[in-house]
């Protein structure tokens, strides 16, 4: 990896989670003199403990909270406070306020949609304060044990046994909670292999984890099973979900609806193409970046993941 490809992939994953942490990746400070993927997880767990909470009510009683990591769905009730997403415990004491402001109900169901840091960190806090946790079988396995992600140049140690999920399943498991029938389904692998979807019917509220980043390039999981033909697999699995109704919560970005969706498998779908083409051709890694064959798209989609790191990802996987 080249100190340039280095640098993408730290600007990226800070800006994924939130502004608060975009401002510290440009921030020349002495954590990333050296083991620059290792100090950027370090920091983007500090910087959540200064991150901004925002809830926004969607329908049927479930709201989102945005803000700490990955987007974190709630659907409160007389059965205990449900959460789709755990974010970054450094962000405690404010999801604290946001869930107490929403209900007095007690916290005690939270699923994973995958297993990324940035959704399962506060596992061990919420499973301390009541919660059971439900994740596809390949959450418990990378969370078990150390688990490398070559495109952050991190190595995550075995997480706390109690921060492990208590239940899971392989490819589906439907839940009747608060009134509320919610369906988790497993993606074949696309975001990483642990990836699953959790629709509440009734509201007809989506949350796609990081199989959506709305309105910006997606970062793939290739050392965990991730790649451009599985994103695209399930974006078309949520298009085939989605109705003009459903709202759909994405794992990054604000929550939107299937014409959006539409646009993104619109751009995964070009992008592809472009690529398997030059590769095809036989252009190197860098002959195809140099070609900079997402150009058209970069503007619209290009200020979260960079270019240059899409592309990459995308290469590997044609
Ligand atoms: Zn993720």
Known sequence: ??????????????????????????????????????HLVTQIREAAASAKIEVQSLRGNVSVLTGSGGNIAVLPGREGKLLVDAGIPGTRIEITKALEALSGDPIKHLINTHWHFDHTDGNEWLHAAGASILAHENTRKHLSTSTRVEDW??????????????????????????GATIELRHYTPAHTDSDVSVHFVEADVLHAGDTWWNGVYPFIDRSTGGSIDGMIRATEWNLDQATAKTLIIPGHGPVGDRSQL?????????????IAGLKKQGLTQQEV?????????????????PPNLFVRIVYAGV
């Not at 539409?262 to 472009?274: A, C, K, N, Y």
């Not at 997402?294 to 979260?304: M, R």
């Open 262 to 274: 539409v646009e993104f498998h619109d751009m995964l779908t070009g992008i592809r193409s472009r």
């Open 1 to 38: 990896m080249t100190s340039t490809q280095r640098t993408f992939s730290r600007r990226q994953f800070l800006a994924s989670t939130g502004a608060a942490t975009l401002s510290l990746a440009f921030r020349p400070t002495h954590a990333f003199a050296q083991h620059e993927g290792d």
């Open 289 to 305: 970046l140099a070609a900079k064959p997402s150009a058209s798209y970069d503007e619209k989609w290009g200020h979260l993941v």
């Open 153 to 178: 140049a991190f190595t995550f140690q075995p997480s706390p046994a109690a921060a492990l999920p208590t239940d899971v399943f392989a490819s589906h498991r439907t839940l009747h909670l608060n």
